[in-house]
Every structure is written in C-alpha cells, then in structure tokens.
C-alpha cells in the first residue's frame, strides 16, 4: 500500500521540526542507563550544535514576528492569530 504524503511544509519550518526531534531523540537516548559513555559523549555534542542552531533560528524567527507586528501593514486594532502555536501543544 502506497504511504499517504503529508502536506508539504514551508522548507525552513520542516527543517527546524526535524531537527527539534533529532535534539528530543538525542536526550531519550542519552537518559538511558545502559548507554556507553562514548557514544552519550558523541550524542550530548550533536545535541549541543542542533540546541544553537534551533535557538539561532527562534531569534529568527522572534525578530520577524517583531518586524510584522510592528509594520505600518500591522492592524493595530487586532490581536495577532496564534492558532498555529496552540496546535503544537
């Protein structure tokens, strides 16, 4: 049975959920008891470069929600629509 495509992301969005899962994976992984040291070392480093890259890209993207909100575009009357945010919790 063919898999079911899901729909397809803006490229900067999935990039950041695949790696934000990689950084979830790596954590599980090195939380567990029976790991090696060496290889909990090697996954603490991955873990370390994916957080500042992810925390890189949410000042990116902090500064261009900053940059909209405060634009002549902007209505000043409206609250912005966070709907997007809630549904990741």
Same mark, same amino acid.
């Given at each position: 049975?063919?898999?079911?495509?899901?729909?397809?992301?803006?490229?900067?969005? $999935?990039? /950041? =959920? #695949?790696?934000?899962?990689?950084?979830?994976? &790596?954590g599980?992984?090195?939380? %567990?008891? *029976?790991?090696?040291?060496?290889?909990?070392? $090697?996954? /603490? =480093? #991955?873990?370390?470069?994916?957080?500042?890259? &992810?925390?890189?890209?949410?000042? %990116?993207? *902090?500064?261009?929600?900053?940059?909209?909100?405060?634009?002549?575009?902007?209505?000043?009357?409206?609250?912005?629509? &966070?709907?997007?945010?809630?549904?990741?919790n």
């Amino acid at each position: 049975m063919a898999k079911k495509k899901e729909p397809v992301k803006s490229g900067g969005m $999935k990039n /950041f =959920e #695949e790696r934000l899962e990689r950084l979830e994976a &790596l954590g599980e992984q090195i939380r %567990k008891a *029976d790991i090696p040291l060496d290889e909990a070392l $090697k996954a /603490f =480093e #991955e873990g370390i470069k994916l957080a500042r890259t &992810l925390e890189h890209d949410l000042e %990116k993207i *902090d500064n261009r929600i900053e940059i909209l909100m405060n634009s002549d575009d902007a209505p000043m009357d409206e609250s912005p629509d &966070l709907e997007l945010f809630d549904a990741a919790n």
